[in-house]
């Protein structure tokens, strides 16, 4: 089990900068008062598809803010291999498949509890309570799984440097704009919603939406999409930690 105790060591790393937890959880918290106040000043009358609505914009901001799990991960991986920590690792027991897992797991308990205050705070801006809620927060778990392995990915062949462009930047972006939590992608219609429908982000936003409605017969035709995702990518982290590791022996 050296997984189990590499995790404890990362969560412990995590924890010696509580204000990256703190960000984590509040951006989404700003972003959810920001539009909910947006959408309470727009007139009925304008039409605006009732995305803003907390009820449709809650499930997807929870999705959105699990792709700053991806930052945290690349950068964590990618400040290990910087240093000889990485080295030392090298020699031990572990196999590649414990080095992904053991930083996997302490990012998991922040990805749950990041959607569940969402869902509480939501609560306060006018979202009904229901058992829903409680399988919202487990639909989102393949999702957090996608976002930490693709940070692993990045932190794996990336520096400290490059992992925060291309995992704070153009991956939150990325995530943002195909996800159709700002606006709907069928919209757009031609090559942008082609792409939308086969990256995992709006199927992600999607079956968890379902949750919270309770429309349980769709929530399988969207989450079995992000549960290949986080195999694949997760697999695929496995596979390009091993060659690094063998690039360095």
């Known amino acids: 089990m050296n997984f189990l105790k590499f995790s404890s060591r990362n969560t ?8 990256t937890i703190v960000f984590s959880i509040g951006f ?17 009358e304008a039409g605006a598809f009732g995305l803003f609505d907390i009820e449709v914009l809650a499930p997807g901001i929870t999705v959105f803010g699990l792709s700053f799990m991806s930052l945290f991960s690349s950068m964590l991986i990618a400040k290990d291999r910087t240093t ?15 080095f992904i897992l053991g930083y996997t797991l302490p990012l998991l308990p922040i990805s749950l509890a990041q959607t569940a205050v969402c869902y509480i705070f939501s609560m306060i801006l006018g979202l009904e309570f229901s058992l829903n809620l409680l399988l919202a927060v487990v639909v989102n778990i393949p999702a957090a799984v996608v976002f930490i392995s693709l940070g692993l990915l990045f932190g794996s062949v990336l520096n400290e440097k490059a992992v925060g462009g291309v995992c704070g930047a153009l991956l939150t972006n990325l995530s943002a704009w195909f996800s159709d939590i700002w ?10 919603e082609k792409i939308a429908n086969i990256l995992p982000f709006s199927h992600a936003v999607s079956a968890v939406r379902y949750a919270v409605s309770g429309d349980f017969s769709q929530i399988m035709s969207h989450l079995w999409i992000v549960m290949v995702y986080a195999v694949v990518l997760l697999a695929l982290s496995v596979g390009i930690f091993y060659l690094k590791t063998r690039d360095n022996s």
Do not use: H, Q
């Open 84 to 98: 000889g920590f990485m080295m030392r690792l090298f020699i031990s027991p572990m196999k590649s498949s414990d």
């Open 183 to 192: 606006f709907d992608t069928a919209l757009v219609g031609g090559w942008f």
């Open 28 to 44: 989404p918290l700003v972003l959810l008062v920001l539009l909910s106040a947006i959408n309470s000043s727009i007139p009925k």
């Open 12 to 19: 412990k790393e995590i924890l010696r900068d509580p204000l």
